[in-house]
Nanobody, 126 residues
């Protein structure tokens, strides 16, 4: 069993920044890819970014490339999402996800994650 707890969401003006954190417990965090997804009201959950188990590879949705950065600290069992130059269209509930495959690279597929956090709200005002 894995528990994921996100934090760091909030209300920010357009152009501002937020840093999300996701603390993991219950399984060896270091050997699994991690991802961030988001879901806006009335829309499907969408991929934001993912990082490999080692942290050496990352993948980003085109909509956030160059503005968002994913990183991980395996010593702290935590993955981060630094969000800069935020736009109103970034408003959503952001979910942290734990990869299902041992020593996997970054992946965009929802089905390749087997544990999810409860989500944290990010609201960007114009």
């Amino acid at each position: 069993q894995v528990q994921l707890v996100e934090s760091g969401g909030g209300l920010v003006q357009a152009g501002g920044s937020l840093r999300l954190s996701c603390a993991a417990s219950g399984r060896t965090f270091s050997y699994y890819a991690m991802g961030w997804f988001r879901q806006a009201p009335g829309k499907e959950r969408e991929f934001v970014t993912s990082i490999s188990w080692s942290g050496s590879s990352t993948s980003y949705a085109d909509s956030v490339k160059g503005r968002f950065t994913i990183s991980r600290d395996n010593a702290k069992n935590t993955v981060y999402l630094q969000m800069n130059s935020l736009k109103p269209e970034d408003t959503a509930v952001y979910y942290c996800a734990h990869g299902a495959t041992y020593r996997s690279g970054p992946t965009r597929r929802v089905g390749e994650y087997d544990y999810w956090g409860q989500g944290t709200q990010v609201t960007v005002s114009s």
